[in-house]
């Protein structure tokens, strides 16, 4: 029983990333966008995966202004903009044309900077992990995400 959720999605097609437990809760995750690698907070809360306005150059991506409003982490009504048709790739998956919303990221960072964790890149968000049928091991801190 113990390797029966791993074996079954790997046999339907899944393959699997290894998350890592932040000292504040959170989970992180490698990410690449656009060819750049990248460490991303996995954030099944956030409907849209999103990039720090100061990682824009860093990931090549094209920013538009946008009209939604970002939210979270104790920040509200937060500028954005949006950034379409980018290549994301976590473990072997793959996925292209992917959108991604470009916000301050700042307190996010100062949060998890101030508990001794490392700053990140970006949130991947539900977006992602919707494409992606995405299963979460709790347990063994495992995403799973369909080939």
Same mark, same amino acid.
């Given at each position: 029983?113990?390797?029966?959720?791993?074996? /079954?999605?790997?046999?339907?097609?899944?393959? %699997?990333?290894?998350?890592?437990?932040?000292?504040?809760?959170? /989970?992180?995750?490698?990410?690449?966008?656009? !060819?750049?690698? !990248?460490? /991303?907070?996995?954030?099944?809360?956030?409907?849209?995966?999103?990039?720090?306005? #100061?990682?824009?150059?860093?990931?090549?991506? %094209?920013?538009? #202004?946008?009209?939604?409003?970002?939210?979270?982490?104790?920040?509200? #009504?937060?500028?954005?903009?949006?950034?379409?048709?980018?290549?994301?790739?976590?473990?072997?998956?793959?996925?292209d044309k992917v959108a991604l919303i470009l /916000?301050? $990221?700042?307190?996010?960072?100062?949060?998890?900077?101030?508990?001794?964790?490392?700053?990140v890149d970006g949130i991947i968000g539900a977006?992602?992990?919707? %494409?992606?049928?995405?299963?979460?091991?709790?347990?063994?801190?495992?995403?799973?995400?369909? $080939?």
């Amino acid at each position: 029983m113990e390797n029966s959720l791993q074996e /079954f999605l790997l046999e339907k097609g899944f393959t %699997k990333i290894k998350l890592h437990l932040t000292r504040t809760n959170h /989970f992180e995750i490698r990410a690449t966008i656009n !060819g750049v690698k !990248g460490l /991303f907070i996995l954030d099944t809360g956030a409907s849209n995966s999103c990039v720090g306005f #100061d990682a824009v150059e860093r990931f090549n991506l %094209k920013a538009k #202004d946008s009209p939604i409003r970002a939210a979270g982490a104790g920040a509200t #009504d937060m500028e954005t903009q949006i950034s379409k048709k980018n290549k994301v790739k976590i473990g072997k998956w793959k996925k292209d044309k992917v959108a991604l919303i470009l /916000f301050n $990221l700042t307190h996010v960072n100062t949060a998890l900077t101030s508990h001794n964790s490392k700053p990140v890149d970006g949130i991947i968000g539900a977006d992602i992990l919707k %494409k992606g049928k995405a299963v979460i091991d709790y347990q063994k801190k495992y995403l799973y995400l369909k $080939l």
